[in-house]
């Protein structure tokens, strides 16, 4: 099975559940959503004119549209050739769920990675069942039903109070489940959303998740 790569990368992840763990992030490229602050466009589409070698994406270090087609082994043996320590994979987008990612999910942990998968939550899942499953629900984006009972943790973007009604309408899906975690996320480091959000998260004890890798400047 071969994924369109936008980028493979080792850093700490910044956001949710898993924040401050070191980890490799394969970003793929495709997302169909379209959401209006999305800060990652440069992987909406998959033009051809784009398409770069596997040697090339391991040493970008700028976010653009290029991409590399590759297949699972190819993958496995290029994180495992960087000699990077991080145990923990991140896989993301785009919306990675566009693809089936159960060959690379169940191809990672075979070698010894956990996974993890940031999703919109509007495609259908197909991972490894031990696959930590992060859904971000997008407003007035169609979130599945299938999604919400798959997820692991919730990570909803917050930009006005007025959002936090979708959020409900979602939460009234998983009714009394607790191992869920529901995190609140301000969009774009704006003052007013994190000032919202850790209000929300005081009043409703969920958790705060403000994207540190965007205040220590890292990847
Ligand atoms: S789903 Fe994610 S990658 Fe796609 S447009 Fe929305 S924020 Fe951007």
């Not at 490799?24 to 033009?47: A, E, M, N, Y």
């Not at 995190?183 to 774009?188: G, R």
Request: with cysteine; net charge positive; aromatic share 10%.
């Amino acid at each position: 099975m071969y994924y369109p790569v936008n980028e493979m990368f080792q850093t700490i992840q910044g956001e949710g559940y898993y924040s401050g763990i070191p980890s490799i992030f394969i970003r793929l490229q495709g997302c169909p959503v379209h959401c209006k602050w999305c800060d990652t466009k440069h992987t909406w589409t998959c033009s051809d004119t784009n398409k770069i070698s596997i040697e090339e994406l391991i040493k970008k270090n700028i976010s653009n549209k290029t991409w590399s087609y590759i297949d699972v082994k190819t993958i496995i043996f290029n994180i495992k050739k960087q000699k990077w320590k991080a145990r923990h994979i991140v896989i993301t987008g785009g919306e990675p769920c566009i693809y089936n990612l159960s060959f690379l999910t169940y191809g990672l942990e075979k070698n010894g990675f956990t996974c993890q998968i940031e999703t919109s939550g509007t495609k259908l899942i197909s991972c490894s069942f031990n696959t930590w499953v992060t859904v971000s629900p997008k407003k007035h984006k169609n979130t599945l039903y299938s999604s919400i009972l798959r997820a692991n943790e919730i990570k909803y973007p917050v930009l006005k109070k007025e959002d936090l009604s979708y959020l409900d309408a979602i939460l009234s899906i998983l009714k009394n489940r607790k191992n869920c975690h529901i995190f609140l996320q301000p969009i774009s480091q704006n003052k007013e959303s994190l000032k919202i959000c850790i209000e929300t998260c005081i009043i409703r004890n969920w958790r705060l998740s403000i994207q540190i890798h965007k205040y220590i400047l890292i990847r």
